[in-house]
Each structure stands twice: as C-alpha cells, then as structure tokens.
C-alpha cells in the first residue's frame, strides 16, 4: 500500500540555547531533520509532511525535499495537534507514518520492518527496550497485542518495571488516523492533544495494534540538547566507520575519523587519525590518507598517497599520485596520474599534467601545466591587473626556475626553460630559456647604515 509520512518538527528545542531550531542542527554535517527526510524518501514515500512552527523561515531556506509538504503549527499544543495540522493532506486510502524531527538515526531498514509489520495490523508502532526506561511511556501488552501506553507518572509500581517504551513514532491508516484525531481531547494537566491517546481508541475498537523495534536503541534516541547532539554525533560516526572497514579501508583509529557525507572507498585504502570526509567522497584502491587531512567533494585515484595536514576540496586527484604534506587542491584543480604536489603547494582551477610536479612553495592558479614539467620553489602563476583570470600555459616538459612569477595570460612551451627569479610577462618558445630580472650590481666598500641616537 502507498503511504505518506509526517515528520513532527515544530518544537524551539528550548534547552538547546540556540536561535537555530533544534530539527536544523547537524549531525553528521546534515540537518538532523533533512536526515529524517532523505531517508524516508528513499523508501518512495508518496508525500512527506513536515509540521514545523519555530523558525519556519530557516528551515524552509535549509531544508529541501522532492515530495515535502510544510504544515504549519502555529501554536504547539502537543503531538496530536501537530499531526491534525496535517490531517487535511491525508489520503483515506493510504497508510500515515509519523515520525519525530528529533531522532535523526533512524534507519531505513527499520522503518521497512514497521511497514512490514503494519501490513499484519491495524496499527504498528515502533518501541524499544531501555535498561533504564524513567520517565518514558510504558507499552502494555495483552500477549502481542498492545493495549495502552502509560505514562511514566501515571504508570503503576508493576507498570513501571516495564522496559519497553514509546518511541513517538507509529504508522496507520489515513481514514483511522483523521477519525481518532478529530476524536481527541485535551483534559490533561497540560491541556495538550497526545498522539499517544489514539493508541487507547484503537484498542478500544478492536484494532490489531503491533510493534517493530530497531537494531540499536540509539536509532530512536531523540536529541534534546547539546550533550545529546554530540552523543548522537558520536554514534553516526561509529556507524559510519563500520561502513568503511566493513567495505576494506583500514582505520587507525575508528574513534577518530568523522564522515560528513557520502563516502566510497575501494579495496585496502589506509585512513589514518582525525581524518575528515565531507560531502560526495570517492576514494580509488590502495590509498594512504595521511593524519588531519580534509578532503571536501573529491576523487582520488587508486594507488595515491595523500600525506598529512592536506586539503582537498571539489578535486580530482588521479591515480599514483601524491599530495601534502600541508597542500591544499581547491575546487577546479585536478591532478593527472604520478603528479605530485608537496609541502604547502596551493592549486586552485588548474591541471597538473600526467607526471608533473610542483614540491615546494608554490601557487597554480587558473593554470594548465604540461606532462612532466617541474615547477620550482616559491614559484607563483598570477594575474598582472588583479581582477581578470587570465590563463597560465606551461608545456610538457618545462622547468620553472625557483621563485618566479608567471603573469598571465603568459603561454610557456614545451621543453622551456625559465630561469630562477623570473618574472615572465611574455611567451616563451618550445626548448628556450628565459631569464627576466633586473641586472645585479655590486658596490664595493659599502658603508652600512648606523641607527640615529634617540633623542
């Protein structure tokens, strides 16, 4: 059966101290409710409702979705008033998984066990066994059908040595849902609509109420301030580091590698400590990622070294190359096979060609290096207005002397030769050698200048 999905995500997460609310906090450098989203997306939810209140403007500038209706709570009265905000978008002919914004590690097999489930009942809930269950509400079974959910203040001496508890989240369908909604009542201490209220009509109507759990308990652990976020975050990056030796890298230390995004790595990758990958990373065979290193949307080839304290970010680094340490590739560069680049090299929008170098001290930028040139130390390609980015060609075989400037659009040819301290602002033809510096003098018996008395 189709279903839609409605993502409850309309509270300020007061003890989060923060003007940012608390569905847009990141976990594992995504927005914990845009987590929530892609995942159920990817098991073909027909819509996803998501009931928001506070800071309704950030999270629409933040959060995108395919199928994402925005259901406005305008005043928080409790879980089932959230879902009414809903109920006119729902179909009476589908099933309506709810789900909480707060909970960003729930996993789609586990939301695909709750709608398999679902298809045996009337009503499926998820819940989990707790070692400590304070203060969460109780389920009370008769057998395996669930009766109630009590609350924990509200629960008996016998009903609160009960472990398994509510985790918010349920599927049903449509035509039940809206009818025990409208049915709803707020003659509580806190005048709110419960969601968990729905529970108790459906039994009391004969309905067939069942539940799935999740793997891992942490799946269904809400975020209610920061120590819960960097609870939460430390989980996910546990998570994430199975993943990667599961499919061959080799960590040195899981506890300390954080993944902020999508990652692939080939067969025997070595990922050394405090690594971080962010965004889409692919990672070839055979690569050794130095410690402190950032790569940032990249590729990297098989067989690469990629030495500690570099940078990558928007690069494509070829096979057999080697990077760092202290480099940093920014968006546009691109690194042919066996080229190299070493300590505190900078490349940003060029190509280094198939065996070309630059070890030491350098600048590329919008540049276009030739196979096997060698660009020397303290060398810089730069612009001679500061405004247009103009090109800099230099050709296979090249050697660009220490400590030169090369101010584009400047072409050098193939087999060139620019000598040390150079500044080129004119071609240099195939196998010639350019010196351009200004003609040293000596002056012999130079008199040092004596600093003046204060007075």
């Known amino acids: 059966m189709a279903f839609s999905v409605v993502i409850l995500a309309a509270g300020k997460g007061t ?17 914990m409710v845009q987590r929530i989203i892609n995942t159920v997306e990817a098991m073909s939810a027909q819509q996803v409702h998501l009931v928001y209140g506070h800071g309704g403007d950030q999270l629409k500038e933040a959060i ?21 905000q809903a109920a006119e978008h729902l179909q009476d002919d589908e099933d309506v998984m709810i789900l909480v914004g707060d909970a960003p590690l729930i996993q789609q097999q586990t939301l695909e066990r709750l709608v398999a489930v679902k298809r045996e009942c009337d009503l499926a809930l998820l819940t989990v066994e707790l070692d400590d269950p304070t203060g969460m509400g109780r389920i009370i079974r008769n057998g395996e059908q669930i009766t109630a959910i009590v609350e924990h203040k509200d629960a008996s001496e016998a009903q609160q ?125 055979n690569v050794s990622i130095g410690a402190n290193c950032i790569l940032i949307d990249c590729e990297i080839g098989d067989n690469t070294v990629i030495e500690p304290q570099s940078v990558i970010e928007g690069a494509q ?45 350098t600048y590329l930028g919008d540049a276009e290096v030739g196979a096997n040139a060698n660009i020397g130390a303290g060398t810089i390609t730069c612009n001679y207005d500061g405004v247009n980015k103009s090109k800099t060609i230099i050709g296979a075989n090249a050697f660009i002397g220490s400590n030169s400037s090369l101010v584009a659009p400047v072409k050098i040819g193939d087999g060139a030769t620019v000598g040390a301290g150079s500044v080129i602002t004119s071609e240099v033809r195939d196998d010639a050698l350019a010196v351009a510096r200004g003609k040293q003098r000596n002056i012999e018996g130079w008199n040092r200048p004596e600093k003046k008395a204060e007075s």
């Open 15 to 31: 003890r989060m101290k923060s003007s940012l609310p608390k569905v847009l906090h990141k976990v594992g450098g995504i927005p």
């Open 317 to 361: 680094v070829g096979e057999g190359c080697t990077v760092g340490p202290f480099a940093r590739l920014r968006p546009g560069a691109v690194m042919k096979a066996s080229a190299k680049v070493g300590n505190f090299v900078e490349m940003k929008k060029s190509v280094l060609g198939e065996g070309a170098k630059a070890n030491h001290l």
């Open 161 to 285: 040595r009960i472990r398994e508890i509510n985790t918010g989240m349920m599927i049903m369908g449509g035509a039940d849902l809206k009818r025990w909604l409208n049915a709803l009542g707020n003659d509580n201490a806190q005048g709110e609509y419960y969601l968990t209220d729905v529970i108790a009509m459906a039994a009391q109507e004969g309905k067939v109420i069942k539940a799935a759990q999740p793997d891992t308990a942490v799946e269904v652990e809400g975020v209610n301030n920061r120590m819960h976020l960097a609870g939460i975050e430390r989980a996910l990056q546990q998570r994430e580091a199975v993943t990667l030796m599961t499919n061959g890298a080799t960590l040195a230390d899981p506890a300390r590698i954080d993944v902020r995004g999508q990652v692939t790595t080939g067969q025997d990758v070595f990922i050394d400590v405090n690594v971080v990958l962010q965004g889409s990373v692919k990672i070839g065979h």
């Open 64 to 84: 995108t979705g395919q199928h994402l209706n925005w259901c406005l709570q305008g005043e928080q009265l409790g879980t089932g008033h959230a879902v009414q």
